[in-house]
């Protein structure tokens, strides 16, 4: 794909943010956008900034967690603008804690959104996609918390983890459609992504407030920390100028913080000591 201009563009989490940021780049571009989110509020929000920077976007509720609304509102983006061509699976939330303190429920709700939704995504659009033989584009959105490990985020990063490894494989599974792929993996831009915690089952649990109190206290630190460096973090403005810059060139992985460079390094140093390792026992060296 080298250009967006007149290409219908699907965007989740799309009322604020990265999604909201990609929909004014996308718009500007002259691409045909829908907006999608949760909150109505937001969206109106959006449509109505937009609409004062002179950009028309359409906009629709959409709560990924569930298929069938994926489905309505993918139904509603053909009666918008007759096919799609762009899916940007970016809606996310993040959960916190260490393990033996989560609530179930609460990893259930994590993986509903983060991981399920980008799978309900795809498996609704691909199809649409493939229907009209012109080609597109998925972009999903992952994380550095999807190639690095932190502390009392387990659920995030499997989540997370879950997106890139996903989104490895369609990119070979759709390569034959022309349908390309990326997945976007930032670290700390600044969005609200650290309120959404607030919208996981436990919240307002009476039955839960003495395991969460001692979860939060156990976390509290880590989660300052995280929510500083997310307020001093990049401009959505500038991750999404950029994704668009990669999704044009059709490149992969999509990332916006060089000075993780060197921590993936080290992982892969990591690793391949320990290839090294069992590649000196000779148990292992046995060829069929």
Same mark, same amino acid.
């Given at each position: 794909?080298?250009?967006?201009?007149?290409?219908?563009? *699907? &965007?989740?989490? +799309?009322?604020?943010?990265? +999604?909201?940021? =990609? !929909?004014?780049?996308?718009?500007?571009?002259?691409?045909?956008?829908? =907006?999608?989110?949760?909150?109505?509020?937001?969206?109106?929000?959006?449509?109505?900034?937009?609409?004062?920077?002179?950009?028309?976007?359409?906009?629709?509720?959409?709560?990924?967690?569930?298929?069938?609304?994926?489905?309505?509102?993918? =139904?509603?983006? &053909?009666?918008?603008?007759?096919?799609?061509? &762009?899916?940007?699976?970016?809606? +996310?939330?993040?959960?916190? +804690?260490?393990? !033996?303190? &989560?609530?179930?429920?609460?990893?259930?709700?994590?993986?509903?959104?983060?991981? $399920?939704?980008?799978?309900?995504?795809?498996?609704?659009?691909?199809?649409?996609?493939?229907?009209?033989?012109?080609?597109?584009?998925?972009?999903?959105?992952?994380? $550095?918390?999807?190639?690095?490990?932190?502390?009392? $985020?387990?659920?995030?990063?499997?989540?997370?983890?879950?997106?890139?490894?996903?989104?490895?494989?369609?990119?070979?599974?759709?390569?034959?459609?022309?349908?390309?792929?990326?997945?976007?993996?930032?670290?700390?831009?600044?969005?609200?992504i650290y309120n959404t915690e607030r919208n996981k089952p436990s919240v307002g649990s009476e039955s839960l407030g003495i395991e969460?109190?001692?979860?939060?206290?156990?976390?509290?630190?880590?989660?300052?920390?995280?929510?500083?460096?997310?307020?001093?973090?990049?401009?959505?403005?500038?991750?999404?100028?950029?994704?668009?810059?990669? $999704?044009?060139?059709?490149r992969f992985y999509i990332f916006t913080h060089p000075k993780m460079r060197e921590m993936m390094a080290q992982r892969f140093r990591?690793?391949?000591?320990? *290839?090294?390792?069992?590649?000196?026992?000779?148990?292992? =060296?046995?060829?069929?």
């Amino acid at each position: 794909m080298n250009s967006v201009e007149n290409k219908v563009v *699907f &965007i989740t989490g +799309g009322g604020s943010g990265i +999604g909201l940021a =990609l !929909g004014r780049q996308l718009a500007e571009r002259k691409a045909k956008v829908v =907006l999608a989110d949760l909150d109505l509020q937001r969206l109106a929000q959006a449509k109505r900034l937009l609409s004062e920077q002179g950009l028309v976007v359409e906009t629709i509720y959409c709560d990924v967690a569930d298929s069938d609304s994926i489905k309505e509102a993918a =139904l509603a983006t &053909i009666d918008f603008f007759g096919k799609v061509h &762009i899916l940007v699976n970016n809606a +996310g939330v993040t959960l916190t +804690g260490k393990p !033996g303190q &989560i609530p179930l429920n609460d990893w259930r709700w994590i993986v509903d959104i983060n991981l $399920m939704g980008v799978v309900y995504g795809v498996e609704t659009f691909v199809p649409l996609i493939q229907s009209h033989a012109e080609g597109g584009y998925i972009i999903n959105t992952a994380s $550095m918390a999807g190639h690095l490990a932190a502390p009392a $985020m387990s659920p995030y990063n499997a989540t997370k983890y879950a997106v890139v490894g996903y989104s490895e494989t369609i990119k070979q599974d759709l390569e034959r459609d022309n349908i390309g792929v990326s997945v976007l993996c930032p670290a700390w831009v600044r969005t609200d992504i650290y309120n959404t915690e607030r919208n996981k089952p436990s919240v307002g649990s009476e039955s839960l407030g003495i395991e969460r109190e001692e979860q939060d206290a156990s976390t509290s630190g880590i989660w300052k920390q995280a929510v500083e460096a997310i307020e001093s973090g990049l401009d959505p403005n500038l991750v999404a100028e950029w994704t668009i810059e990669c $999704m044009l060139a059709n490149r992969f992985y999509i990332f916006t913080h060089p000075k993780m460079r060197e921590m993936m390094a080290q992982r892969f140093r990591l690793l391949d000591t320990e *290839f090294s390792t069992v590649g000196q026992d000779k148990r292992f =060296l046995k060829t069929d």
